[in-house]
């Protein structure tokens, strides 16, 4: 997303995960509030402003956390519910290129799948590596996506996977895109500068600005650019 908004796009993040972890290296902060949370102290979701719960960060990046429950509390994608009606309400999504729905990978509750089932998603890239759970996640998000692909516009762009150094990684994250009928849009390299990163709170792109690992984040900006309605 950094790279998207390096090459001059406007960018919104909406963080869907209840850690709200989504936002924080484009903001430079531990963890941005969440419009739950907000909205918890200020009474309700209609007594906030669109300023109290969006910051912008890196490159102009409007970032927003939907929030959860506490652990074992509640519906957590209600939260995602929630934030998705007040930022349409309040006009979060004018003058935007790209929204980014940054999902859990386990879709274990349909309120997490909410941008694909009600039609704000049109594209999902699964983010993934060669391990074999994390494939399997894969699998199980293609059948969702399977699902309410029929119903609106929305499908699979393609997945990415961060390697992780284990045996025959690259073949088997082809080999399962080719099983799902989609592509691999690319094969991010495994490199400690994005900890070296990580631990300055930075995303790679203005931490090591160039580096290799950057380079490799600004194709894959290249290709989710150009891989759009093919």
């Known amino acids: 997303l950094a790279a998207l908004a390096e090459m001059g796009q406007k960018i919104l993040i909406v963080g869907c995960d209840p850690k709200a972890d989504s936002t924080r290296l484009i903001l430079h902060a ?5 419009i739950l949370s907000l909205a918890a102290s200020a009474g309700s979701v209609e007594d906030l402003e669109l300023e109290d719960v969006m910051k912008v960060g890196y490159k102009d990046i409007r970032c927003v956390e939907s929030g959860g429950p506490e652990p074992g509390v509640g ?18 999504y004018e003058n935007i290129d790209y929204v980014s729905y940054d999902v859990l990978g386990d879709v274990v509750c349909g309120g997490f799948a909410m941008p694909i089932r009600e039609n704000k998603a049109q594209e999902i890239y699964i983010v993934m590596s060669g391990e074999m759970m994390a494939m399997y996640a894969a699998n199980n998000i ?13 499908r ?7 390697e992780r150094q284990t045996d025959k990684e690259l073949e088997l994250a082809e080999a399962l895109a080719k099983k799902l009928g989609t592509q691999l849009i690319y094969f991010v390299p495994r490199d400690n500068v994005v900890q070296h990163a990580e631990l300055r709170r930075m995303t790679v792109l203005e931490y090591a600005p160039d580096s290799k690992q950057a380079d490799h984040y600004r194709n894959l900006a290249t290709k989710v650019h150009n891989n759009g309605g093919k």
């Open 75 to 92: 519906c957590a994608g209600r939260g995602v519910i929630t934030s998705i009606n007040f930022l349409e309400e309040n006009g979060a």
């Open 156 to 162: 699979l762009g393609g997945l990415v996977c961060n």
């Open 30 to 34: 531990k963890a941005q509030d969440t």
């Open 142 to 154: 293609s059948k969702g996506i399977l699902k309410y692909a029929n119903s609106g516009g929305v």
